[in-house]
């Protein structure tokens, strides 16, 4: 972790070098923070969506499952998470649970130690909750008739939803699923409320030393520029589809 | 005519300046930070800041309205004409002084380490341990100096934010203001001050907007008027059993 961690600082410091002369006095000052913060935010944003895309395909299929408690659990999950706000989720996990403390939550309290963990669940949960809605949709709108075909042909129910459902939906949610992926990255800022230092939390630490309003447009900048890479990522692998 | 029409000028702007001194003063204070400003159970804002602000506008005889205000916005919505002053235990920093100015100081602050009793703490952890601060205060900009580039500093919006944390174990010491830090302290068995209070030159003043020449003129004369009174003393002794002036 601490050669990940060094080897982060090394890119962070070696790109503020770059950019200093090109930038603005009162960036190039806090330069490493705003970087830092940045990879902080996309390390978030990378393993939400990684670890959400799993739960919400898990939650997809037991929304469509016949077993009535799967199915119950699985609404009761993405309906709690799609209705409330993220920063309440955030709160009651750090402020409200986490308060219990090391010895009340014995063996979960690494997890609950760190904002940085806590926010990786909450921001997990919540888009695999919103994700697996996104899925939800895709798998009811392909014709019931071509799972009947794939189960005929002698796949089973999991081959059949892997290799023939699933990149079919993902193809009608794919730019819905985009969507998310920013709303989620823009979501991801609330985490600096519980002592994260992501592209937030350098953000207005640096305004509180300079009080200089212009560093939230700095951070504005960056968000935009993690947002437009990931459209890219999106519209890349939109022609990829058509093309395959 | 000409007369007249002057007379009436003054006339006019001498009601218009009446009606402006006779508005209420609106004055912010975070209402977060015991003993110096917080809520009541009944929702009021008290506190020693509060005090002193109520006895600096009877000595000015003005009504004052007291609001509350979030720390990381305080400074903004001065600037902003939300209000007219800041009575919440604010630093006089450099920094902060590009932006508004301030009144002579009220009080001198300290500030203290404070960490459970049995962890064995010391000052020399600050660099290799996690250390807890308000965002935005002079401690938090003590924590970071002495923390060194990206230590593990944890920054909280609240002061009880980080004191609930220090307790559940999260971080293993925190930054606060000394007086305060006392204040928790009574309350909070198992925790104490690491070494000794650390004094950082810190001077409290009253925060107003640029160019109020006049409103600074007019708190100075009051405050020490209230120094000079035994008002002062009085509030002090009230909180802290002291003069923290």
């Given at each position: 972790?601490?050669?990940?961690?060094?080897?982060?600082?090394a890119?962070?410091?070696?790109?503020?070098?770059?950019?200093?002369?090109?930038?603005?006095?009162?960036?190039?000052?806090f330069?490493?923070?705003?970087?830092?913060?940045?990879?902080?935010?996309?390390?978030?944003?990378?393993?939400?969506?990684?670890?959400?895309?799993v739960i919400?395909?898990?939650?997809a299929f037991?929304?469509?499952?016949?077993?009535?408690?799967?199915?119950?659990a699985?609404?009761?999950?993405?309906?709690?998470f799609?209705?409330?706000?993220?920063?309440?989720?955030?709160?009651?996990?750090?402020f409200?649970?986490?308060?219990?403390?090391?010895?009340?939550?014995?063996?979960?309290?690494?997890?609950?130690?760190?904002?940085?963990?806590?926010?990786l669940?909450?921001?997990?949960?919540?888009?695999?909750?919103?994700?697996?809605?996104?899925?939800?949709?895709?798998?009811?709108?392909?014709?019931?008739?071509?799972?009947?075909?794939?189960?005929?042909t002698?796949m089973?129910?999991?081959?059949?939803?892997?290799?023939?459902?699933?990149?079919?939906?993902?193809?009608?949610?794919?730019p819905?699923?985009?969507?998310?992926?920013?709303?989620?990255?823009?979501?991801?800022?609330l985490?600096?409320?519980i002592?994260?230092?992501?592209?937030?939390?350098?953000t207005?630490?640096?305004?509180?030393?300079?009080?200089?309003?212009e560093?939230?447009?700095?951070?504005?900048?960056?968000y935009?520029?993690?947002?437009?890479?990931i459209?890219?990522?999106?519209?890349?692998?939109?022609?990829?589809?058509?093309?395959? | 005519?000409?007369?007249?029409?002057?007379?009436?000028?003054?006339?006019v702007?001498?009601?218009?300046?009446?009606m402006?001194?006779?508005?209420?003063?609106?004055?912010?204070?975070?209402?977060?930070?015991?003993p110096?400003?917080?809520?009541?159970?009944a929702?009021?804002?008290?506190?020693?800041?509060?005090?002193?602000?109520?006895?600096?506008c009877?000595?000015?005889?003005?009504?004052?309205?007291?609001?509350?205000?979030?720390?990381?916005?305080?400074?903004?919505?001065?600037?902003?004409?939300?209000?007219?002053?800041?009575?919440?235990?604010?630093?006089?920093?450099e920094?902060?002084?590009?932006?508004?100015?301030?009144?002579?100081?009220?009080?001198?602050?300290?500030?203290?380490?404070?960490?459970?009793?049995?962890?064995?703490f010391?000052?020399?952890?600050?660099?290799?341990?996690s250390?807890?601060?308000?965002r935005?205060?002079?401690?938090?900009?003590?924590a970071?100096?002495?923390a060194?580039?990206?230590?593990?500093?944890?920054?909280?919006?609240?002061?009880?934010?980080?004191?609930?944390?220090?307790?559940?174990?999260?971080?293993?010491?925190?930054?606060?203001?000394?007086?305060?830090?006392v204040?928790?302290?009574?309350?909070?068995?198992?925790?104490?001050?690491?070494?000794?209070?650390?004094?950082?030159?810190?001077?409290?003043?009253?925060?107003?907007?640029?160019g109020e020449?006049?409103?600074k003129?007019?708190?100075?004369?009051?405050?020490?008027?209230?120094?000079?009174?035994?008002?002062?003393?009085?509030?002090?002794?009230?909180?802290?059993?002291?003069?923290?002036?």
């Amino acid at each position: 972790m601490s050669v990940y961690q060094d080897a982060k600082y090394a890119v962070s410091d070696a790109a503020c070098a770059a950019l200093t002369p090109v930038t603005p006095d009162s960036f190039g000052q806090f330069c490493p923070r705003f970087i830092d913060g940045f990879f902080v935010t996309v390390e978030l944003l990378v393993l939400s969506c990684a670890l959400g895309l799993v739960i919400a395909i898990s939650v997809a299929f037991a929304r469509l499952s016949s077993n009535m408690f799967l199915n119950k659990a699985a609404f009761v999950y993405s309906y709690v998470f799609r209705g409330t706000p993220l920063l309440v989720q955030l709160w009651i996990m750090y402020f409200g649970l986490g308060s219990l403390g090391a010895e009340n939550l014995g063996f979960l309290w690494p997890l609950f130690k760190e904002g940085w963990t806590i926010g990786l669940i909450v921001l997990t949960l919540n888009t695999g909750a919103y994700v697996s809605e996104i899925l939800r949709g895709g798998l009811v709108n392909i014709p019931k008739g071509q799972m009947e075909a794939a189960v005929a042909t002698g796949m089973s129910w999991f081959q059949s939803m892997f290799h023939i459902m699933l990149p079919q939906a993902f193809k009608i949610a794919w730019p819905a699923y985009g969507n998310e992926v920013v709303l989620l990255m823009k979501g991801s800022a609330l985490v600096s409320t519980i002592t994260v230092l992501d592209l937030m939390g350098q953000t207005r630490t640096v305004f509180s030393r300079s009080y200089n309003l212009e560093v939230y447009a700095y951070s504005a900048v960056l968000y935009l520029i993690l947002a437009g890479m990931i459209t890219l990522l999106f519209k890349f692998g939109e022609n990829r589809m058509k093309t395959g | 005519m000409k007369l007249k029409i002057s007379a009436l000028a003054t006339a006019v702007a001498v009601t218009i300046s009446g009606m402006a001194y006779a508005q209420d003063l609106r004055i912010a204070t975070e209402a977060a930070y015991p003993p110096f400003n917080e809520k009541n159970a009944a929702g009021e804002i008290v506190g020693f800041d509060v005090d002193i602000a109520n006895a600096l506008c009877a000595e000015m005889k003005r009504t004052c309205v007291i609001v509350a205000q979030d720390w990381d916005g305080i400074i903004p919505a001065l600037v902003n004409n939300k209000y007219d002053a800041i009575v919440a235990s604010m630093s006089i920093t450099e920094e902060r002084q590009k932006s508004i100015d301030f009144t002579s100081p009220y009080y001198s602050n300290y500030i203290a380490l404070v960490a459970k009793n049995d962890s064995g703490f010391t000052m020399d952890d600050v660099t290799s341990k996690s250390i807890g601060a308000q965002r935005s205060t002079v401690a938090s900009e003590w924590a970071e100096e002495n923390a060194g580039s990206r230590g593990d500093v944890k920054l909280y919006d609240t002061q009880s934010a980080a004191y609930s944390d220090l307790e559940s174990g999260r971080i293993d010491a925190l930054v606060s203001d000394y007086l305060p830090a006392v204040d928790w302290l009574k309350a909070n068995q198992g925790f104490g001050i690491v070494g000794d209070k650390i004094d950082i030159n810190d001077k409290i003043g009253i925060g107003l907007r640029k160019g109020e020449d006049d409103l600074k003129a007019a708190f100075d004369k009051a405050l020490a008027a209230i120094r000079e009174n035994g008002t002062y003393l009085a509030i002090s002794e009230k909180y802290f059993g002291v003069d923290i002036f």
